[in-house]
T-cell receptor, first 113, second 110 residues
Framework: ETGVTQTPRHLVMGMTNKKSLKCEQHLGHNAMYWYKQSAKKPLELMFV???????ENNSVPSRFSPECPNSSHLFLHLHTLQPEDSALYLC????????????FGSGTQLSVL | QKEVEQNSGPLSVPEGAIASLNCTYS??????FFWYRQYSGKSPELIMSIYSNGDKEDGRFTAQLNKASQYVSLLIRDSQPSDSATYLC??????????FGKGTSLLVTP
């Protein structure tokens, strides 16, 4: 496996469900990110982890809970989501101090019913 | 609010023509500027970066930066149908938090 892989590719969940998104990078990078991409809106940065430490939480609601057990893996735990949370969730990684050169995964298309 | 503005398009150009994509930003402290390309149903990929005023060329792509006018652009010469995609402008002052525009949809017609 190469690059940044995300699972699942598609997810449909009810508002009372709990689910998790998984991201794994095989690039030897030290920083990992969660972005949200909604229709007709800019990519929104949600969380940044650098060397497993969270360095940024961009005012994200607590129903989104990130976890970074090591520099290669990143999770986004979801619970009691709202329909407006339906979006494409993109994971990305970068070398430390080259955060602008992001390598994105294919994303998880999330639908909240 | 640090904003990055792009015309959403679609911008339609004939094959072989020059496509010109524009972006303005609000944060005068911005230091680094990027263009990402996103094909439909795919994730964004970095195609150009520029850090100082002037032009930077890479193959058929030229990025132009004017910090005084808070303006960055991307020129695509000899446009090909395979260039049809959404182009995202991204700007950062901190190095960690990229601020993205909504993107410009480009359609290159044969």
């Amino acid at each position: 496996e190469t690059g940044v892989t995300q699972t699942p590719r598609h997810l449909v969940m009810g508002m009372t469900n709990k689910k998790s998104l998984k991201c794994e990078q095989h690039l030897g990078h030290n920083a990992m990110y969660w972005y949200k991409q909604s229709a007709k809106k800019p990519l929104e940065l949600m969380f940044v982890y650098n060397f497993k430490e969270q360095t940024e939480n961009n005012s994200v609601p607590s129903r989104f809970s990130p976890e970074c057990p090591n520099s290669s893996h990143l999770f986004l735990h979801l619970h009691t989501l709202q329909p407006e949370d339906s979006a494409l969730y993109l994971c990305a990684s970068s070398q430390e101090k080259a955060a602008e050169k992001l390598f994105f995964g294919s994303g998880t298309q999330l639908s909240v019913l | 609010q640090k904003e990055v503005e792009q015309n959403s398009g679609p911008l339609s150009v004939p094959e072989g023509a020059i496509a010109s994509l524009n972006c303005t930003y609000s944060d005068r402290g911005s230091q680094s500027f990027f263009w990402y390309r996103q094909y439909s149903g795919k994730s964004p990929e970095l195609i150009m970066s520029i850090y100082s005023n002037g032009d930077k060329e890479d193959g058929r792509f030229t990025a132009q930066l004017n910090k005084a006018s808070q303006y960055v652009s991307l020129l695509i010469r000899d446009s090909q149908p395979s260039d049809s995609a959404t182009y995202l402008c991204a700007v950062t002052s901190s190095g960690y938090a990229l601020n993205f525009g909504k993107g410009t949809s480009l359609l290159v017609t044969p």
